[in-house]
């Protein structure tokens, strides 16, 4: 047996409890029923004010720095982000300001987002697939998006949105396990 994947969940959401919080762990629990995985989920509203003010990697708190590390190491990156002012919040990107440039190269990433309404659904492809393009990500071909009216408060309540859920950890594995069994040769400039 090979070791179990390393999954790392980042919930972009700025309240506790959350439907965005619900559901990257959703996504990441249906992937661990599908393969030996080792969980860690990253919540803006429990370390936002430990990083939110910093402008340089090295004014980080060593307990934020251990997160990034968390992030560029991970097999698969599960991220998810509210609609906020018809993008992901900015304290999501300002987490992502961290990571270096090419510290994200080939690394699958799974995108998700929340808001009030289906309008809202786009922000996968609008706002998160062109940010984790920059990194040169493997975004994965499904993303999950989830309106106010799958949840029951914050527990997800769609037959529909639980069986997207499935098909994305279903469809992610072979990519994650491509990308696992693969090294990335980075050119930095």
């Known amino acids: 047996m090979t070791a179990p994947y390393r999954i790392v969940a980042?919930?972009?959401s700025l309240h506790e409890p959350s439907k965005t919080t619900a559901l990257v762990r959703a996504i990441a629990?249906?992937?661990?029923?599908?393969?030996?995985?080792?969980?860690?989920?990253?919540?803006?509203t429990a370390i936002g004010p430990a990083f939110a003010g910093a402008l340089h990697?090295?004014?980080?708190?060593?307990?934020?720095?251990?997160?990034?590390v968390a992030i560029e190491q991970a097999d698969l990156l599960i991220v998810g982000s509210p609609v906020y002012r018809a993008s992901f919040t900015g304290l999501f990107k300002h987490l992502f300001d961290f990571i270096g440039q090419y510290d994200l190269v080939g690394k699958p990433v799974l995108l998700a987002a929340t808001?009030?309404?289906?309008?809202?659904?786009?922000?996968?492809?609008?706002?998160?697939?062109?940010?984790?393009?920059?990194?040169?990500?493997?975004t994965l071909p499904i993303g999950v998006y989830a309106s106010d009216t799958d949840f029951d408060r914050y527990t997800i309540t769609s037959e529909?949105?639980?069986?997207?859920?499935a098909l994305a950890a279903d469809r992610a594995?072979?990519?994650?396990?491509y990308a696992a069994s693969r090294s990335v040769e980075v050119l930095a400039g």
């Open 10 to 12: 980042v919930s972009g």
């Open 29 to 44: 629990d249906a992937v661990a029923d599908r393969t030996p995985a080792e969980i860690t989920v990253i919540e803006l």
């Open 57 to 68: 990697r090295k004014d980080l708190p060593g307990d934020i720095e251990a997160h990034l």
């Open 115 to 138: 808001g009030g309404g289906e309008r809202h659904a786009l922000i996968i492809e609008h706002q998160l697939r062109p940010l984790f393009a920059f990194f040169q990500s493997l």
């Open 160 to 165: 529909i949105l639980q069986n997207r859920i």
């Open 173 to 177: 594995l072979p990519l994650v396990g």
